[in-house]
């Protein structure tokens, strides 16, 4: 166990709700190695059966954008990106 | 006094039961206290299935005792003498390696007895326990890893960790044997024998302890009592409290 000054280290968790659907990220949990990591994230976001599978990642290891860059990288909203126009077919159904 | 007139399935229901009960009531009695918010959501969660487990129990040896009791009268109302738990689980929380020790001797009997009782002829108990072993699965999976990280951790959490299995391995004697409630059930059919959990039972225990570096105790001595209602003073002091409510206000509802 390598508890730092500051405690139990901090990881990031992500379940995946049901089959086919993705891990979401849900919140965080402090713990000392990997396998007490994902045993408090199930026993923290998953007591009530809310998923079929769980990620630990160390938070350390997320690389986040910058928040003060943000205007330059997500900028205004550009609805010409977005393909609107096109005439969708009644048997196509939900797309 | 449910010991001298009740059924073998009966009183085989409520020692169960006991263990179930009296080790949720020790367990919840930690929340708010444990060392860590992670570690305290995850007692409450064990807390919670032993609760569960205990209520199914109580709730069907009411109904086959048949005396117009219900679970809650069964858990409320009854004293000392007349539990069944394995003494195990009425030892105090001294510190956290006594909670996870306590539990980790719990999950590691648990787990093949639950397993047995699937195969039980009762519908109730063989239902209980198909839920439960996938619970006391997971106990163990939680308490053996924590028996390991404190055994091999740091020379304070393996001395208090080895402390813990010192004084509580002489307790764990309940869990493990059997008389004649059990043996007429064996023979009846009602439960299948129960031979097989010693033996998983101390595989587990010397599995896991090995890799914590942890050693047993070489005193054979085991303190037995608890399934004919001989307690330790611990339970005496633990009933009142989980009782006083339900004493105070009967039929309360809220």
């Not at chain 1, 994230?41 to 938070?59: F, H, K, L, M, P």
Request: net charge negative.
């Amino acid at each position: 166990m390598s508890a730092g000054e500051q405690g139990w280290p901090l990881w990031e968790v992500f379940v995946r709700a049901d089959r086919g659907l993705n891990h979401v990220h849900v919140g965080s949990v402090h713990a000392a190695d990997t396998e007490t990591a994902l045993q408090a994230a199930r026993d923290v976001y998953t007591r009530r059966a809310e998923g079929v599978s769980i990620w630990v990642v160390r938070s350390t290891e997320i690389v986040a954008s910058d928040p003060d860059g943000r205007d330059d990288w997500f900028g205004d909203l550009k609805p010409y990106r977005h393909p609107t126009f096109y005439e969708i077919p009644d048997a196509v159904g939900h797309m | 006094m449910a010991t001298t007139t009740a059924t073998p399935l009966v009183t085989f229901l409520l020692r169960i039961a006991d263990d179930n009960l009296v080790l949720a009531q020790r367990l919840g009695a930690l929340l708010a206290r444990m060392p860590e918010l992670e570690e305290d959501i995850a007692v409450a969660n064990v807390c919670l299935d032993h609760l569960g487990q205990a209520r199914s129990l109580y709730a069907r040896a009411a109904e086959l005792e048949g005396l117009g009791r219900t679970e809650d009268d069964l858990a409320m109302l009854r004293d000392e003498r007349a539990f069944l738990n394995a003494t195990l689980v009425e030892m105090p929380d001294v510190d956290f390696a006594h909670t996870i020790v306590r539990q980790f001797f719990v999950d590691a009997y648990q787990v093949p007895f639950y397993g047995v009782l699937c195969g039980a002829a009762d519908p109730v108990l063989a239902g209980v326990a198909e839920k439960a072993v996938k619970e006391a699965r997971y106990h163990l999976r939680r308490s053996s890893t924590w028996v390991v990280r404190l055994g091999d951790g740091t020379e304070e959490s393996h001395a208090r960790v080895q402390a813990a299995v010192d004084l509580l391995w002489r307790y764990t004697g309940d869990l493990l044997a059997t008389d004649e409630v059990e043996a007429t059930l064996a023979a009846e059919g009602a439960v299948p024998a129960l031979d097989d959990v010693r033996g998983a039972f101390d595989a587990t225990v010397h599995t896991v302890l090995a890799e914590a570096t942890l050693t047993l105790p070489t005193d054979p001595y085991q303190r037995l009592g608890g399934r004919v209602g001989v307690h330790t003073e611990h339970l005496g002091h633990l009933l009142p409290e989980m009782q006083r409510l339900y004493r105070s206000h009967p039929g309360a509802r809220w």
